[in-house]
T-cell receptor
Framework: GDSVTQMEGPVTLSEEAFLTINCTYT??????LFWYVQYPGEGLQLLLK?????DKGSNKGFEATYRKETTSFHLEKGSVQVSDSAVYFC????????????FGDGTTLTVKP | GAGVSQTPSNKVTEKGKYVELRCDPI?????LYWYRQSLGQGPEFLIY????????DSGLPNDRFFAVRPEGSVSTLKIQRTERGDSAVYLC???????????FGQGTRLTVV
């Protein structure tokens, strides 16, 4: 079946540092890929998505590129802020059923001032 | 309301008891999903409704779990003879159709003691 493997955390960075959270996937077919974020005390929110190879999703300074050849969708941000502290989840879904997703286990990011 | 609403936000129950968890989706959303998130893990798909019918219940772990959506809006997840292993956060999500990504509620934290 489908699966998502995320870089294990927790990750602790200083403000303005560069962030990479690795994500690789295994899927039958051609999935859509997502990054979700869960801020403390809040629900899961879609951060960005990509639906085909070489697409780059971006939002709030975060980016991730759909790499079919390496089955990866790594999350990056050039300069993190304290407010980026959260749990980040990589996920995939069949393009014909976008709400039914397979999630990774999440990576906790803490940004220190 | 503006978002997906789940009640209660917290539920503590004794082993062997029956519980019901409620989800109120975004108005007009026809697709509704239930997920379960155990501590330190990503959400796991349980069941998907399109309108009133369960289109995919492949994620329900056993026959103690059941969900309904009688009028195509509010959904109730029902767990019979609860076990300590059922302790988790139960997430509900809805989308305008199955081809678009879903919006998540804040979840119900179920603790079975």
């Amino acid at each position: 079946g489908d699966s998502v493997t995320q870089m294990e955390g927790p990750v602790t960075l200083s403000e303005e540092a560069f962030l990479t959270i690795n994500c690789t996937y295994t899927a039958t077919g051609y999935p859509s890929l997502f990054w979700y974020v869960q801020y403390p005390g809040e629900g899961l929110q879609l951060l960005l998505k990509a639906t085909k190879a070489d697409d780059k999703g971006s939002n709030k300074g975060f980016e991730a590129t759909y790499r079919k050849e390496t089955t990866s969708f790594h999350l990056e941000k050039g300069s993190v802020q304290v407010s980026d502290s959260a749990v980040y989840f990589c996920a995939l879904s069949d393009r014909r059923d976008a709400g039914k997703s397979t999630f990774g286990d999440g990576t906790t990011l803490t940004v220190k001032p | 309301g503006a978002g997906v609403s789940q009640t209660p936000s917290n539920k503590v129950t004794e082993k062997g008891k029956y519980v019901e968890l409620r989800c109120d989706p975004i108005s007009g959303h026809t697709a509704l999903y239930w997920y379960r998130q155990s501590l330190g893990q990503g959400p796991e798909f349980l069941i998907y409704f399109q309108g009133t019918g369960a289109a995919d219940d492949s994620g329900l772990p056993n026959d103690r779990f059941f969900a309904v959506r009688p009028e195509g809006s509010v959904s109730t997840l029902k767990i019979q003879r609860t076990e300590r292993g059922d302790s988790a956060v139960y997430l509900c999500a809805s989308s305008s159709d199955k081809n678009t990504e879903a919006f998540f509620g804040q979840g119900t934290r179920l603790t079975v003691v």
